[in-house]
């Protein structure tokens, strides 16, 4: 059990610019999260998806942003034409839903500047 | 919707003794789950403790404690014998019942020092 891995880990990006951030959940965890953590504040909830389903998605996710989980197992979060305002650090959680008990395990995340 | 509040920015302790932070939460649920999570520099987000709504008792974990109480809404965090490698941010999160929303939702955080 390698744990959630993300890449990169930081990404520096010119405004306008497109980027695109992989999450690989831990093994078999059947639920994948997308939050946003910018300067001073706790993550915020963006998508998450059940296997390749995505479930549900937040208001914060504006019609930039789209997420992706194909095959059921590794993310890929893409923010097309980048704004200044993006800038935080995206992480991702992955979680094995086993009847009522679920523990979501966080990824290193990737901090993302625009410029 | 639901909203978690952490009124403490920082907090300092010296090392081996106690300290509490305190998290709020406002909700009309009745069956949900708190979590306190830890945050080291650079490091990613740990589980440090989980407290189910429809639990009377308080969680333990090692030398983290739980205070909750429902009534009040109120979700506090005991760390005893604080060491060093307890600095960090900690974080309150909030998550919905199973069968409904099951994200997290977080407070602002509360940055804990540990001094010799």
């Known amino acids: 059990d390698t744990g959630v891995s993300q890449d990169p880990r930081h990404k520096i990006t010119k405004r306008g610019q497109n980027v695109t951030f992989r999450c690989d959940p831990i093994s078999e965890h059947n639920r994948l999260y997308w939050y946003r953590q910018t300067l001073g504040q706790g993550p915020e909830f963006l998508t998450y998806f059940q296997n390749e389903a995505q479930l549900e998605k937040s208001r914060l996710l504006s019609d930039r942003f789209s997420a992706e989980r194909p095959k059921g197992s590794f993310s890929t979060l893409e923010i097309q034409r980048t704004e200044q305002g993006d800038s935080a650090m995206y992480l991702c959680?992955?979680?094995?839903?086993?009847?009522?008990?679920?523990?979501?395990?966080f990824g290193p995340g990737t901090r993302l500047l625009v410029l | 919707a639901q909203t978690v509040t952490q009124s403490q920015p920082e907090m300092s302790v010296q090392e081996a003794e106690t300290v509490t932070l305190s998290c709020t939460y406002d909700?009309?649920?009745?069956?949900?789950?708190l979590f306190w999570y830890k945050q080291p520099p650079s490091r990613q987000m740990i589980l440090v403790i989980r407290?189910?709504?429809?639990?009377?008792q308080n969680a333990t974990e090692n030398r983290f404690s739980v205070n909750f109480q429902k009534a009040a809404k109120s979700f506090s965090l005991k760390i005893s014998d604080s060491q060093l490698g307890d600095a960090a941010m900690y974080f309150c999160?909030?998550?919905?019942?199973?069968?409904?929303?099951?994200?997290?939702?977080f407070g602002t955080g509360t940055r804990l020092q540990v001094t010799l």
């Open positions: 959680a992955s979680s094995l839903v086993t009847g009522s008990q679920e523990t979501q395990y």
């Open positions: 909700t009309s649920e009745s069956d949900y789950y």
């Open positions: 407290q189910e709504a429809y639990k009377q």
């Open positions: 999160a909030y998550r919905s019942a199973p069968g409904t929303a099951s994200k997290l939702t």
